[in-house]
Nanobody, 116 residues
């Protein structure tokens, strides 16, 4: 079955960097766009970044544009989120996502905490 497993979260100081990874399995990874979302306590899940199936197109939420970079490795069936210049408001659980035949699949998430 379709499975996504995130990793790479942790505690970092303001201005620091983290690189999140999402390992995919159970579907033809190279055929599907991938997305990252995040959810902070008491807030709705919000869209962060998109990457096309080939990696040639990306898109970012305004809140992270210029600081975060999404990438993928189709040979390793993984998608990554490089996060630089982190701010306390970036603290959240980060999820990767794939939409296959109108069905969303989410990973379990990885916690990112940015201390001030």
């Amino acid at each position: 079955q379709v499975q996504l497993v995130e990793s790479g979260g942790g505690l970092v100081q303001t201005g620091g960097s983290l690189r999140l990874s999402c390992a995919a399995s159970g579907f033809t990874f190279s055929a599907y766009p991938m997305r990252w979302y995040r959810q902070a306590p008491g807030k709705e899940r919000e869209y962060i970044a998109f990457i096309s199936s080939t990696g040639s197109q990306t898109n970012y939420a305004e809140a992270v544009k210029g600081r975060f970079t999404i990438s993928r490795d189709n040979a390793k069936e993984s998608v990554h989120l490089q996060m630089n210049s982190l701010k306390p408001e970036d603290s959240a659980i980060y999820y990767c996502n794939v939409l296959i035949r109108f069905v969303d699949t989410w990973g379990q998430g990885t916690q990112v905490t940015v201390s001030s």
